[in-house]
């Protein structure tokens, strides 16, 4: 059973900076990856960037790329979203997941990828 808790939402402004923090929990060591999703109200819950379970590689949404960065700590069991130069477009609920898929280093990423969910943090960015 894996167990993942995120914090660090809020209330920002738009062109500030944001950390967001998953906390994870399991009982036996995997090789499978994390990712971030993000869900606006009354629109589908879209990927945002996935990393590798060890940290050497990432991949990211287009619409992110170069203002956001992924990474882990696994001595912390935890994992960040780093969010640079926001807009209100970036406001939504911001989840954390782990990927279903051992050692998946590829680009494809959704929502039937993922085996396990946070509950969520909000984010909202104002202008």
């Known amino acids: 059973q894996v167990k993942l808790e995120e914090s660090g939402g809020g209330l920002v402004q738009a062109g500030e900076s944001l950390r967001l923090m998953c906390e994870y929990s399991?009982?036996?060591?995997?090789?499978?990856?994390w990712a971030w999703f993000r869900q606006a109200p009354g629109k589908e819950r879209q990927f945002i960037a996935a990393i590798t379970w060890n940290g050497q590689q990432s991949r990211y949404a287009a619409s992110v790329k170069d203002r956001f960065t992924i990474s882990v700590d696994n001595s912390k069991k935890t994992v960040y979203l780093q969010m640079d130069s926001v807009s209100p477009e970036d406001t939504a609920i911001y989840y954390c997941?782990?990927?279903?898929?051992?050692?998946?280093?590829?680009?494809?990423?959704?929502?039937?990828?993922?085996?396990?969910w946070g509950q969520g943090t909000q984010v909202t960015v104002s202008s």
């Open positions: 997941a782990r990927d279903r898929r051992p050692i998946y280093t590829g680009n494809l990423y959704s929502v039937d990828n993922m085996e396990y």
């Open positions: 399991y009982s036996t060591w995997s090789n499978r990856g």
